[in-house]
């Protein structure tokens, strides 16, 4: 068996550590792109989540740390990045308010109508606008129906929309099977 001199391990211990500086390079410039790509749009959504600056600033560095790790060495794909770097800032939430309460809330395993609207509406409306997800992709993430998604961002849109200062806003008519009502 041949025995390594100690300038081989040397020469192999150079190597190894030129590899992990090299990796950790790579990390660092993946990270920067992604701030450069996402932040915005993301820290928007975590401020929309959580609704303080400070937490909302250290899950996007979480997020986008997590972010340039997964992705070393693979294509960039923009709307997928956003897609998957979305759906983990969102899982973070989740696991946040776990662990305040001691259990991981999953409204999408819950039957809709003990969702309150508002949260239900406030995290298909993040979703999509912060995530840049369809509604098919929000329905899916959220355990809803993709018609009920549909329905209610087609109710924000009308709000939105008709929203008057001091004026209450009308129901949206909704079509069924007889016709429209």
């Not at 211990?13 to 950790?24: L, N, P």
């Not at 740390?65 to 997964?70: C, E, F, H, S, T």
């Not at 001691?102 to 995530?131: C, N």
């Amino acid at each position: 068996m041949k025995q390594n001199s100690p300038d081989t391990r040397a020469v192999e211990d150079i190597a190894k550590g030129t590899r992990a500086d090299r990796e950790a390079t790579e990390t660092r410039r993946h990270a920067s792109d992604l701030y450069g790509r996402h932040a915005e749009a993301l820290y928007s959504f975590a401020l929309f989540l959580y609704q303080d600056a400070g937490q909302a600033e250290e899950a996007l560095v979480t997020t986008l740390a997590w972010g340039a790790a997964a992705r070393v060495g693979r294509p960039a794909d923009t709307g997928a990045e956003r897609r998957l770097l979305t759906s983990r800032l969102l899982l973070g939430h989740r696991r946040s308010t776990a662990g305040r309460s001691g259990h991981l809330d999953r409204p999408e395993r819950r039957h809709a109508s003990t969702i309150p609207l508002s949260l239900h509406e406030k995290t298909v409306l993040g979703l999509v606008m912060f995530g840049e997800l369809t509604y098919r992709q929000a329905a899916s993430l959220t355990g809803a129906s993709a018609a009920s998604v549909a329905d209610r961002l087609r109710s924000l849109l009308h709000r939105a929309n008709t929203f008057d200062e001091g004026r209450p806003v009308p129901p949206v008519r909704t079509a069924t099977r007889e016709g429209r009502q």
